[in-house]
């Protein structure tokens, strides 16, 4: 199959295989119910979000009354960083102790010891290496306060890559992108919009043309892939359990 492209299999004995993505996207949601990402642990308990940092409801990702939009966009920012290869639950912690040492905060970060925020980053694991690719990001973010930066430009940034700067784009700057994680390929090959692995751009190329161009819409529909891939539709999937068994070619129940 050509990179991109979607393919419409049909199950044998199987009444019905959806090929919208959309009407995957329902159920997952009906399921799971409002995801409200991206998650602000600085923000936990406050400006409508939850004891974790979760919103209620879908919203856009720094929405207008957000008591800081500016430092929240950074906490954004830090956060795709220090999530990278990692569960979200490391990346919380270390986005709380940067938050407590005062050091969630473009100026601050750039200037700051690495071995020292390596250290206080700990918990997010590769903390060495994430030491660099926050003190790149603050170095670089200030100019991202007065024009949105293109994903290009992110790309130059050390230590993001597209995933990263597409997190970036879509939670901080309301730009509407598919994330075309590992989760998204995981799942749109075994529920047959792909019949072979795809790259990271691929998927997100083709998904986006079945998707509204909606910031809020995509936000969402990224979170509630994510959380499919992590409660059913994982390395070993727990079919049994799956709202889209009836969907999907590989089911295994
Ligand atoms: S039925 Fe199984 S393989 Fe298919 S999406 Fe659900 S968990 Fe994944």
């Given at each position: 199959?050509?990179?991109?492209?979607?393919?419409h299999r049909?199950k044998?004995?199987?009444?019905?295989?959806?090929?919208?993505?959309?009407?995957m996207?329902e159920?997952?949601?009906?399921a799971?119910?409002?995801q409200?990402?991206?998650?602000?642990?600085?923000?936990?308990?406050?400006?409508?979000?939850?004891?974790?940092?979760?919103?209620?409801?879908?919203?856009?990702?720094?929405?207008s009354d957000?008591?800081?939009?500016?430092?929240?966009?950074?906490e954004?920012?830090?956060?795709?960083v220090?999530?990278q290869?990692t569960?979200w639950?490391?990346?919380?912690?270390?986005i709380?102790?940067l938050h407590?040492?005062?050091?969630l905060?473009p100026g601050?970060?750039?200037?700051i010891d690495e071995?020292?925020?390596g250290n206080?980053?700990?918990?997010?694991?590769t903390?060495?290496?994430?030491?660099?690719?926050?003190?790149?990001?603050?170095?670089?973010?200030?100019?991202?306060?007065f024009?949105?930066?293109?994903?290009?430009q992110?790309?130059?940034?050390?230590?993001?890559?597209?995933?990263?700067?597409?997190?970036?784009l879509?939670?901080?700057?309301?730009q509407?992108?598919f994330?075309?994680?590992a989760?998204?390929r995981?799942?749109?090959?075994r529920?047959?919009?792909?019949?072979?692995?795809?790259?990271?751009?691929s998927?997100r190329?083709?998904?986006?043309l079945?998707l509204?161009?909606?910031?809020t819409?995509l936000a969402?529909?990224h979170?509630?892939?994510?959380?499919?891939?992590?409660r059913c539709?994982r390395a070993?999937p727990?079919?049994?359990?799956?709202?889209?068994?009836?969907?999907?070619?590989d089911a295994?129940?």
């Open positions: 199959m050509e990179a991109g492209r979607f393919c049909r044998k004995g199987h009444a019905y295989v959806s090929t919208d993505l959309m009407v996207l159920r997952l949601s009906a799971y119910g409002p409200g990402w991206w998650p602000l642990p600085t923000l936990a308990g406050i400006d409508g979000r939850n004891r974790v940092g979760y919103r209620a409801a879908p919203s856009m990702p720094v929405p957000a008591i800081n939009a500016s430092q929240a966009r950074f954004i920012a830090v956060g795709a220090l999530a290869n569960a639950t490391g990346a919380t912690k270390a709380l102790a407590h040492a005062g050091f905060s601050v970060l750039a200037g071995t020292l925020l206080t980053i700990h918990a997010a694991g903390f060495k290496i994430k030491a660099r690719y926050l003190k790149a990001l603050a170095t670089a973010w200030p100019a991202f306060e024009e949105q930066p293109t994903r290009t992110l790309l130059t940034i050390q230590g993001i890559g597209y995933e990263t700067a597409d997190c970036i879509l939670y901080c700057f309301g509407p992108v994330i075309g994680d989760y998204a995981r799942i749109l090959l529920t047959g919009f792909f019949s072979s692995q795809q790259s990271y751009e998927t190329r083709a998904a986006a079945l509204p161009l909606d910031a819409y969402e529909a979170a509630l892939i994510d959380e499919h891939g992590k539709c070993k727990l079919c049994k359990a799956c709202p889209l068994t009836r969907y999907c070619l295994r129940c």
